[in-house]
Nanobody, 123 residues
Framework: QVQLVEAGGGLVQAGNSLRLSCAAS????????MGWFRQAPEKGREFVAF???????YYADSVKGRFTISRDNAKNTVYLQMNSLKPEDTAVYFC?????????????????WGQGTQVTVSS
């Protein structure tokens, strides 16, 4: 059974940093694309970052230059380093794995999801 488990969320002040992790189990994702999404209260799930199997990355404009996605295939884990956090980054952050197709920005295009971790940025 495939599981994705996020960790590292919390409450931080604006300008500070957090590092999220997403540990996968049940199969290897070393040859799969991985992604991060977020969902603020009463909003839809929003694309944040993407990494393909070869290490290519793509970011939402709102986080470009502040967030960095990375992966450790030996640990079957993907990370999201979040710097210079802003109150508008407050959301539940989800990792996603394995592409179904379509736009990488669409939640529909991903096969597996974690349960999410809360990030709250105070002003």
């Amino acid at each position: 059974q495939v599981q994705l488990v996020e960790a590292g969320g919390g409450l931080v002040q604006a300008g500070n940093s957090l590092r999220l992790s997403c540990a996968a189990s049940g199969r290897s994702f070393s040859s799969s694309a991985m992604g991060w999404f977020r969902q603020a209260p009463e909003k839809g799930r929003e694309f944040v970052a993407f990494m393909d199997w070869a290490g290519g990355t793509y970011y939402a404009d709102s986080v470009k230059g502040r967030f960095t996605i990375s992966r450790d295939n030996a640990k079957n884990t993907v990370y999201l380093q979040m710097n210079s956090l802003k109150p508008e980054d407050t959301a539940v952050y989800f990792c996603a794995a394995d592409r179904r197709g379509g736009s990488i920005r669409s939640p529909i295009g991903w096969h597996y999801w974690g349960q999410g971790t809360q990030v709250t940025v105070s002003s």
